[in-house]
């Protein structure tokens, strides 16, 4: 396992922006998949997007030319730029990540990661 903490959460108008970050510890950073979620009260997590060791990534349909996952190896970080935020992105995020995929290409939307953050509210106001 890893340790992972998220910043970056906030409030925000429809139609602007939030980046989050997530800070990773504990292990070769970069050479497995990570990725963010995302949970609304009442609902299920969802997988949010992934990325693996060569910077391939893959993206929910509800959130694809909004939202960016990236990573910065040299500072063992991975991001969420998220724009044109609606209201129903309102959720707790989280950011997660599995050495034991170490290796993988193209990680899955619905892996089950065994590493999480303690998450980051983002509130998104009509």
């Known amino acids: 396992q890893v340790q992972l903490v998220e910043s970056g959460g906030g409030s925000v108008q429809a139609g602007g922006s939030l980046r989050l970050s997530c800070l990773v510890f504990g292990h070769t950073y970069g050479s497995y998949c990570m990725g963010w979620f995302r949970q609304a009260p009442g609902k299920e997590r969802e997988g949010v997007a992934v990325?693996?060791?060569?910077?391939?990534?893959n993206h929910a349909d509800s959130v694809k030319g909004r939202f960016t996952i990236s990573k910065d190896n040299a500072k063992n970080t991975l991001y969420l730029q998220m724009n044109s935020l609606k209201p129903e992105d309102t959720a707790m995020y989280y950011c997660?990540?599995?050495?034991?995929?170490?290796?993988?290409?193209?990680?899955?939307?619905?892996?089950?990661?065994?590493?999480w953050g303690q998450g980051t509210q983002v509130t998104v106001s009509s």
């Open positions: 990325i693996d060791k060569d910077g391939n990534t």
């Open positions: 997660a990540a599995d050495p034991r995929t170490t290796g993988w290409f193209l990680c899955p939307l619905n892996y089950e990661f065994n590493s």
